[in-house]
């Protein structure tokens, strides 16, 4: 079954970092590039950036530039974000997403699958 | 404040069309055939409806369209029915350095 299945919920306290996994499954992980977009309470889709899990080189949205880290583990087909210094407003629902690969190595830029979200929740 | 222009709601009744649209500039809608277009229902992942503009995932119904026009972007929903009532997201490549933006969100009522 081609899924992506993620890490469950947290909560953390603000300073703190968290890593959120994303387990792909039914497909070759490496053929893909993984996209991280994250959804604050009520409100609309935002783009953190990507990894491409081939070669492990990454992209970040340059809001989150310094702040967030995306790795990968091929040896199980799991893709990482890590946010530090996380505050109030990073709490969200932050979700993977899969992006095909195009012939020439690039992303191709739509989601044709979804992890289910983990929601991180950042509160003192 | 969103890089790409949504209306906030639109609603219709069963059997009826409706269209959503998606407003950018030339650095992203306008410049690329990269638009793609998102259903999310409460509490779920979004779901890919549109790509590319105009092509239709497997799976999805041929009741729903895509198009563009300049730097408007726009999905069309025909024979409307009670389950595509969900919020809808646009989506385009963008050359600045964020690569990817999102509009609003439009939440779609079927009356």
């Known amino acids: 079954q081609v899924q992506l299945v993620q890490s469950g919920a947290e909560v953390k306290k603000p300073g703190a970092s968290v890593k959120v996994s994303c387990k792909a499954s039914?497909?070759?992980?490496?053929?893909?590039?993984m996209h991280w977009v994250r959804q604050a309470p009520g409100q609309g889709l935002e783009w953190m950036g990507w990894i491409n899990p081939n070669s492990g080189g990454t992209k970040y949205a340059q809001k989150f530039q310094g702040r967030v880290t995306m790795t990968r583990d091929t040896s199980i087909s799991t893709a990482y974000m890590e946010l530090s210094r996380l505050r109030s407003d990073d709490t969200a629902v932050y979700y993977c997403?899969?992006?095909?690969?195009?012939?020439?190595?690039?992303?191709?830029?739509?989601?044709?699958?979804w992890g289910r979200g983990t929601l991180v929740t950042v509160s003192s | 404040q969103s890089a790409l222009t949504q209306p906030a709601s639109v609603s219709g009744s069963p059997g009826q069309s409706i269209t959503i649209s998606c407003t950018g500039t030339?650095?992203?809608?306008?410049?690329?055939?990269?638009v793609s277009w998102y259903q999310q229902h409460p509490g779920k992942a979004p779901k890919l409806m549109i790509y590319?503009?105009?092509y239709r995932p497997s799976g999805v119904s041929n009741r729903f369209s895509g198009s563009k026009s300049g730097n408007t972007a726009s999905l069309t929903i025909s024979g409307l029915q009670a389950e595509d009532e969900a919020d809808y997201y646009c989506s385009s490549y963008t050359s600045s350095s964020i690569n990817v933006v999102f509009g609003g969100g439009t939440k779609l009522t079927v009356l």
């Open positions: 997403a899969r992006a095909p690969r195009g012939l020439g190595g690039d992303s191709y830029w739509y989601f044709d699958l």
């Open positions: 590319d503009v105009s």
């Open positions: 030339s650095t992203d809608v306008g410049g690329y055939d990269y």
């Open positions: 039914g497909y070759t992980f490496t053929g893909y590039y």
